[in-house]
Protein backbone atom coordinates (compact mmCIF):
# COMPACT_ATOMS: atom_id res chain seq x y z
CA UNK A 1 0.00 0.00 0.00
CA UNK A 2 2.68 2.06 0.60
CA UNK A 3 5.59 3.60 -2.05
CA UNK A 4 8.63 5.87 -2.01
CA UNK A 5 7.87 9.19 -3.92
CA UNK A 6 10.50 11.93 -3.70
CA UNK A 7 12.30 10.98 -1.26
CA UNK A 8 9.44 10.15 1.36
CA UNK A 9 7.33 7.73 2.26
CA UNK A 10 4.21 8.06 0.80
CA UNK A 11 0.58 6.24 0.22
CA UNK A 12 0.51 4.40 -3.16
CA UNK A 13 -0.72 6.77 -6.25
CA UNK A 14 -3.22 3.92 -7.59
CA UNK A 15 -4.40 2.85 -4.09
CA UNK A 16 -5.32 6.28 -3.29
CA UNK A 17 -6.78 7.01 -6.86
CA UNK A 18 -9.30 3.61 -5.71
CA UNK A 19 -10.38 5.10 -2.74
CA UNK A 20 -11.08 8.75 -4.43
CA UNK A 21 -12.93 6.23 -6.68
CA UNK A 22 -14.77 4.31 -4.03
CA UNK A 23 -15.86 7.25 -1.95
CA UNK A 24 -16.68 9.50 -5.05
CA UNK A 25 -20.10 7.52 -5.39
CA UNK A 26 -23.49 8.91 -3.77
CA UNK A 27 -24.54 5.32 -3.75
CA UNK A 28 -21.00 3.52 -2.47
CA UNK A 29 -20.81 6.36 0.51
CA UNK A 30 -24.90 5.09 1.74
CA UNK A 31 -23.64 1.68 2.00
CA UNK A 32 -20.44 3.01 3.91
CA UNK A 33 -23.03 5.01 6.32
CA UNK A 34 -25.20 1.81 6.41
CA UNK A 35 -22.08 -0.36 7.23
CA UNK A 36 -20.81 2.35 10.09
CA UNK A 37 -24.09 1.43 12.06
CA UNK A 38 -23.90 -2.46 11.83
CA UNK A 39 -23.05 -5.55 9.23
CA UNK A 40 -25.51 -6.02 6.78
CA UNK A 41 -26.33 -8.77 4.35
CA UNK A 42 -26.19 -7.65 0.39
CA UNK A 43 -30.03 -8.29 0.07
CA UNK A 44 -30.57 -5.67 3.56
CA UNK A 45 -28.35 -3.14 1.78
CA UNK A 46 -30.39 -3.33 -1.38
CA UNK A 47 -33.75 -2.38 0.35
CA UNK A 48 -33.36 1.11 1.15
CA UNK A 49 -31.53 1.77 -2.07
CA UNK A 50 -33.86 1.04 -4.59
CA UNK A 51 -30.92 -1.11 -7.03
CA UNK A 52 -30.73 -4.33 -7.58
CA UNK A 53 -28.75 -7.26 -5.42
CA UNK A 54 -26.51 -7.38 -8.71
CA UNK A 55 -26.27 -3.54 -8.49
CA UNK A 56 -25.28 -3.81 -4.60
CA UNK A 57 -22.60 -6.38 -5.42
CA UNK A 58 -21.13 -4.04 -8.26
CA UNK A 59 -20.62 -0.99 -5.43
CA UNK A 60 -19.52 -3.44 -3.22
CA UNK A 61 -16.71 -5.02 -5.13
CA UNK A 62 -14.92 -1.54 -5.73
CA UNK A 63 -15.50 -0.67 -1.87
CA UNK A 64 -13.92 -3.97 -1.54
CA UNK A 65 -10.70 -2.86 -3.69
CA UNK A 66 -10.67 0.30 -2.02
CA UNK A 67 -10.44 -2.04 1.32
CA UNK A 68 -13.43 -0.01 2.76
CA UNK A 69 -15.50 -3.28 3.26
CA UNK A 70 -15.06 -7.13 3.47
CA UNK A 71 -17.62 -9.48 2.99
CA UNK A 72 -17.99 -12.87 3.83
CA UNK A 73 -20.76 -15.50 2.38
CA UNK A 74 -21.89 -17.69 5.43
CA UNK A 75 -24.24 -20.55 3.73
CA UNK A 76 -26.45 -18.75 1.17
CA UNK A 77 -26.33 -14.89 2.69
CA UNK A 78 -23.21 -13.24 2.17
CA UNK A 79 -22.54 -10.33 5.18
CA UNK A 80 -20.76 -6.81 4.29
CA UNK A 81 -19.19 -5.03 7.13
CA UNK A 82 -16.46 -2.14 7.45
CA UNK A 83 -12.91 -2.76 6.58
CA UNK A 84 -10.74 -0.26 8.54
CA UNK A 85 -7.30 -0.61 5.91
CA UNK A 86 -9.16 1.70 3.73
CA UNK A 87 -9.77 4.55 5.80
CA UNK A 88 -6.43 4.08 7.39
CA UNK A 89 -4.53 5.03 4.38
CA UNK A 90 -6.76 7.74 3.65
CA UNK A 91 -6.02 8.86 6.78
CA UNK A 92 -2.64 8.93 6.77
CA UNK A 93 -2.42 10.41 2.66
CA UNK A 94 -4.78 13.71 4.24
CA UNK A 95 -2.40 13.75 7.12
CA UNK A 96 0.88 13.48 5.19
CA UNK A 97 -0.94 16.56 2.40
CA UNK A 98 -1.74 18.53 5.39
CA UNK A 99 1.44 18.45 7.35
CA UNK A 100 3.21 19.16 3.91
CA UNK A 101 0.86 22.41 3.65
CA UNK A 102 1.32 23.40 6.92
CA UNK A 103 5.29 23.55 6.49
CA UNK A 104 4.68 25.24 2.89
CA UNK A 105 2.53 28.16 5.00
CA UNK A 106 4.45 28.50 7.75
CA UNK A 107 7.41 29.22 5.31
CA UNK A 108 5.46 31.64 3.99
CA UNK A 109 4.82 33.26 6.91
CA UNK A 110 8.63 33.55 7.51
CA UNK A 111 9.47 35.13 4.25
CA UNK A 112 6.51 37.48 4.46
CA UNK A 113 7.53 38.41 8.22
CA UNK A 114 11.19 39.31 6.69
CA UNK A 115 9.59 41.08 4.29
CA UNK A 116 7.99 43.16 6.75
CA UNK A 117 10.88 43.76 9.12
CA UNK A 118 13.10 45.11 6.28
Known amino acids: MRNV ?67 EKLGRVRTCRIETAGFLALEQWIRDHRTAWERKLDRLGELLAEKDAD
Open 5 to 71: DQGALSIDRQFIDRLFHALGDPTRRAILDRLVERPESVSRLAEPLGITITAVMQHLEILEEAKLVRT
